[in-house]
């Protein structure tokens, strides 16, 4: 079998809170909430404004001090981030569907706190044009880190921009 045993330990990974710019600018916030669910807020970029908790997740350790979640998000977005936590780097691929991120598209219907609008998304999404995905693929430097510990409502409970400065300055 490929995977080793180190693979399934995400102890040092769980309950991290994430802040991190992307090279486009794009600035984001993730937790990882526990094994298996995130909270993400999106405070710049095509999606700016949009906000999320208890999103279902796959996580694994795929080096020492290296971790990778996917996920699958109601607006048929997917998602991929790569966290390596030594070097404080992140590489993100977004795949977002065509009626998001695709010419003359709509991707203000996506800010909101997405947890109050599931239904909507699915409708969106149905609707689409989902083909061809806009894929891409971005480095982020980590300007904030730290571990708030797993399940921890008080990280991501608020709409993006509410957040102190020195969560985006650089380290």
Not at 25 to 38: H, L, M, Q, S, V
Not at 61 to 66: D, E, K, L, M, V
Request: some cysteine.
């Amino acid at each position: 079998m490929i995977t080793d045993e180190f693979s399934k330990d995400l102890s040092a990974f769980v309950g991290t809170h994430f802040v991190y710019t992307y090279d486009n600018g794009w600035k984001y916030e993730w937790y990882a909430r526990n094994a298996t669910t995130c909270d993400y807020r999106i405070h710049q970029g095509l999606v700016g404004g949009r906000w999320v908790t208890n999103q279902s997740m796959n996580a694994v350790q795929f080096a020492p001090g290296i971790y990778k979640v996917d996920w699958h998000e109601p607006t048929g977005t997917c998602v991929s981030l790569l966290f390596d936590i030594n070097r404080e780097v992140i590489h993100g691929t977004i795949f977002f569907p065509q009626w998001i991120a695709g010419e003359g598209q709509h991707p203000e219907k996506t800010i909101c706190y997405q947890n109050e609008f599931i239904e909507d998304m699915h409708r969106f999404r149905d609707e689409g044009p989902a083909y061809p995905y806009v894929v891409i693929p971005e480095f982020a430097k980590v300007t904030y880190m730290k571990n708030e510990g797993p399940d921890n409502d008080a990280v991501i409970n608020m709409p993006p921009g509410q957040m102190p400065e020195d969560y985006f300055k650089d380290k």
